[in-house]
Each structure stands twice: as structure tokens, then as C-alpha cells.
């Protein structure tokens, strides 16, 4: 007896649409880790704000993350191993929707960077393109596994190869910390002529003090203020007052800048764009925990820890 044609026909167009929504599924994880890894320093810090995990191990996980997703996506596309892609799929999906509901609960809306900062996304959002992935992956189960030769060398690169990429293209900046402190992070010459001649406020020279030296309009300025922050309200950096001193521009109004970030600096100054360059020697942000006028401690964003 032979089977149908027609039957046989239409056994192969399911598998085609099967095939089809896995595809799917596995390209959104891939724009979903590329946008994470693109915006890889905004994203450590949301891991880093979420209160569970230190600054190191925050840097580690969000590139984890990252790699865990091309992974993933790989091994949804090439479906040489079809059970393992799913579970490991759903297990994602279902951790991240996970936090992602106790994050909506708590009352948080800000990005929570499913798509990095391609896609303003807040949490309740996400997690209703989390259950339509969700509904990709069901629409895809019992799909048959391709044929290839040597899968199980394909799963280790499918493996291995992302978070090679990953930690090669964006190294965790606690691994490099010690290149960071060879930076000339400040002009301290600059510096201690600014204090003298009033350029900098005196009490910048009295006490133990902690000066931020931000532009108003620097990405990674904001960032930091987000960061110390953090650092501060966990106990991980020092107490002491705040001076912020901010380059002057065209509109020296901080409150956006204080807003946006959360910044709480105890004293706020302006001080002209030169000066500022030169005191920065033209790169910021600059973070400096000062014992009098002396800098005891140098940071920029990235060795701020």
C-alpha cells in the first residue's frame, strides 16, 4: 500500500511552517542579544541597579546573557538539536518573564532593556513579547531535527563560540581595571591651580569630599551618576559629599541631567569650558574621592567600583 501523496504533501508544508516559526524565534534572539551586546555598558548597569548581584558579577552575567541568547538563536535556526534549543528556549523565556513580573509588580517602568536601547520596552511590554516568542516556541514543538554530520562538535561551538565573541568584543571592566589606573585620569596640576586661583569652590579643598566632574550632555557622564548611586545607596563607595562640577554650556540648567540619573549631589558648580578640559584633560567623566585638595582616589566610568 503507499502512503497518499497528498498527505505526505501536506506532512511536509506543516514541518516548513514548524520550521518557519522556529527561524523566527531564533532571529529575535539574535537581535535580542546583538542589541544587548551594542549597548552592553547600559545594560551591565541595569543588571548592576537590580540590587541582586555586585558590580563584578553584574558585568559577567550580562555578557552570560548575551552569549546564552546567540546561543540559543544559533541552535533555533541550524535545529540539529530541536529538544535541546526548546527546553532551553523556554527556560529562558520563563526566568526572564519571571523577573521581569516581580520588576512590574514592584512598580518599575523603565527600560528593562530586553532589546538594549533599540527598543524603549518596560517590563509589563516585555512580558507580553515574551509570551508572543512564547507562542513561537509552542507553534514550533515536535519539529524534527535536522541531519547534520558531528553535531555534538556543532553544539560546542554553537557554544562556545558566542561568549569567545562576546568577552573578546567587550571585555568585563573589572578584568581591566589595573589598565584604567595607568590612565592619567585627571590634570592634577590643573586641578590644584583651579583650587587656588577660586576657579573650583573652596570646598572642594576642605574636608573629605567625593567631585564629579560630568557634562551635562555625556552619555557616559549619566551613566556614572546612575552608577555611583548605586554604589553609594549598597554601601560600595564612599559617603562622603557630593561636588558635582559641571562643564558650562549653552543651558546650564542640571535638573534634566539630575533627574534622568537620580543624581543627588550635595553642592553643584559651573565652571567654564576650558577649565573644565583642562582639568579632565579633555576626557570624562572624571570621579575623584579627595582628602583636602588631594585626589586619594581616581575614576572614570569605567574602573568606577
Known amino acids: 500500500?503507499?502512503?497518499?501523496?497528498?498527505?505526505?504533501?501536506?506532512?511536509?508544508?506543516?514541518?516548513?511552517?514548524?520550521?518557519?516559526?522556529?527561524?523566527?524565534?531564533?532571529i529575535l534572539f539574535l537581535c535580542s542579544a546583538t542589541a544587548k551586546l551594542a549597548g552592553i555598558d547600559a545594560f551591565e548597569l541595569y543588571v548592576f541597579g537590580l540590587g541582586l548581584f555586585p558590580l563584578g558579577t553584574s558585568y559577567v552575567l550580562a555578557r552570560l546573557v548575551i552569549a546564552a541568547e546567540y546561543t540559543l538563536g544559533i541552535l533555533l535556526i541550524a535545529n540539529f538539536y530541536p529538544r535541546l534549543a526548546f527546553w532551553g528556549a523556554l527556560a529562558l523565556l520563563a526566568g526572564f518573564t519571571g523577573l521581569l513580573s516581580v520588576l512590574a509588580l514592584t512598580g518599575h517602568t523603565d527600560?528593562?532593556?530586553?532589546?538594549?536601547?533599540?527598543?524603549?520596552?518596560?517590563?509589563?511590554?516585555?512580558i507580553w513579547k515574551n509570551l508572543g516568542m512564547l507562542v513561537l516556541l509552542l507553534l514550533s514543538a515536535g519539529i524534527p531535527a535536522f541531519r547534520v554530520k558531528h553535531k555534538a562538535l556543532w553544539l560546542?561551538?554553537?557554544?562556545?563560540?558566542?561568549?569567545?565573541?562576546v568577552l573578546i568584543v567587550s571585555p568585563p571592566d573589572n578584568w581591566r581595571y589595573d589598565s584604567y589606573a595607568r590612565h592619567e585620569l585627571v590634570n592634577e596640576q590643573a586641578l590644584q591651580e583651579a583650587i587656588e586661583s577660586g576657579i573650583l569652590p573652596a570646598s572642594v579643598a576642605e574636608g573629605d569630599h567625593v567631585v564629579c566632574l560630568y557634562s551635562l550632555k555625556c552619555h557616559y557622564c549619566k551613566m556614572s551618576a546612575q552608577k555611583?548611586?548605586?554604589?553609594?545607596?549598597?554601601?560600595?563607595?564612599?559617603n562622603a559629599p557630593i561636588i558635582a562640577i559641571f562643564g558650562r554650556g549653552d543651558n546650564p540648567d542640571p535638573a534634566p541631567f539630575l533627574e534622568e540619573t537620580g543624581f543627588q549631589p550635595d553642592e553643584v558648580y559651573f565652571i567654564e569650558p576650558a577649565d573644565f578640559l583642562r582639568i579632565t584633560n579633555g576626557a570624562y567623566p572624571v570621579i575623584l574621592v579627595m582628602h583636602g585638595a588631594e585626589p586619594v582616589e581616581k575614576y572614570n566610568y569605567r574602573n568606577l567600583h
Open 111 to 126: 527600560n528593562c532593556h530586553c532589546f538594549g536601547e533599540w527598543v524603549n520596552l518596560s517590563p509589563v511590554q516585555s
Open 156 to 165: 560546542t561551538l554553537a557554544c562556545v563560540v558566542p561568549l569567545a565573541t
Open 1 to 26: 500500500m503507499h502512503p497518499d501523496p497528498l498527505l505526505i504533501k501536506n506532512l511536509d508544508r506543516k514541518k516548513i511552517i514548524k520550521y518557519v516559526f522556529r527561524a523566527l524565534l531564533g
Open 228 to 238: 555611583l548611586m548605586t554604589l553609594r545607596a549598597r554601601g560600595e563607595f564612599s
